[in-house]
């Protein structure tokens, strides 16, 4: 809590400290001021299963305005106790300055002017019912999360678009290598089936001659072997 949230929060709080004491010690003060308002909703708070006797409910919001100012000024629970005030503020402002039932036009703007100055304290407390001291709220949180939410997410799309299209380059080349390594091992192959094949021809043709070179020298030597006489 800052020092300006703190002493804020003391001044306001003890405004309400000092109210809410003399409600409970002198209620009897306010019940006529009350009486106007508490009869107008007697019927929601029968139906509440709610005191409607206005000193009843004098006392009852000045202990809601003694212990929420005092949370509100020693800073604990301060948004739950701000909400709380501005809840007595509404029902303490008709009662104490119902400003358009006077016919006096002085004591009119006096009243219309303590009216306008509960309206500002009402405005401050509602102020302060949501104060988070600076910390997100749930909804700031929720917002931002699903922002960062969508941009992981479109991050991860195009990262996983790079990647796909990666893959499929990849697995483009790896098609093209094995089929020129298959290209490469059928060449091979026939290479070497022709080369086998060109041996063998040679091998047979040099046979062939070995053969007819013998053939006619056995032939020769029939010859010769005729023309001796023993």
């Not at 026939?190 to 086998?196: K, L, M």
């Not at 047979?204 to 070995?210: E, K, L, P």
Request: aromatic share 4%; hydrophobic share 45%; no cysteine.
């Amino acid at each position: 809590m800052t020092p300006i949230r703190t002493a804020a929060r003391t001044l306001l709080g003890a405004l309400f400290i000092g109210s809410g004491w003399m409600a409970l010690r002198h209620p009897d003060r306010l019940v006529p001021k009350a009486k106007p308002v508490t009869d107008r909703l007697s019927p929601a708070l029968e139906a509440a299963s709610l005191p409607t006797e206005p000193e009843t409910l004098v006392k009852i919001n000045g202990a809601v305005q003694l212990t929420g100012g005092l949370l509100l000024a020693t800073g604990h629970l301060t948004r739950p106790a701000a909400a709380a005030l501005a809840a007595s503020v509404v029902p303490s402002t008709l009662a104490a300055h119902p400003f358009w039932t006077e016919t006096d036009p002085q004591r009119r703007a006096d009243q219309r002017v303590q009216f306008a100055k509960n309206l500002g304290l009402l405005g401050g407390l509602l102020f302060a019912a949501v104060d988070r001291g600076g910390r997100p709220s749930l909804a700031w949180r929720t917002r931002h999360a699903t922002r960062d939410a969508r941009r992981a997410a479109k991050a991860f799309g195009t990262t996983a678009g790079l990647s796909g299209a990666l893959a499929t380059r990849r697995a483009g080349f790896a098609v093209r290598r094995a089929g020129d390594a298959v290209s490469e091992t059928v060449g091979n192959a026939a290479w070497r089936a022709s080369t086998a094949a060109s041996d063998a021809a040679r091998s047979v043709r040099r046979t062939a001659r070995t053969a007819r070179r013998e053939a006619r020298l056995a032939a020769r030597a029939v010859q010769v072997g005729r023309r001796i006489p023993f």
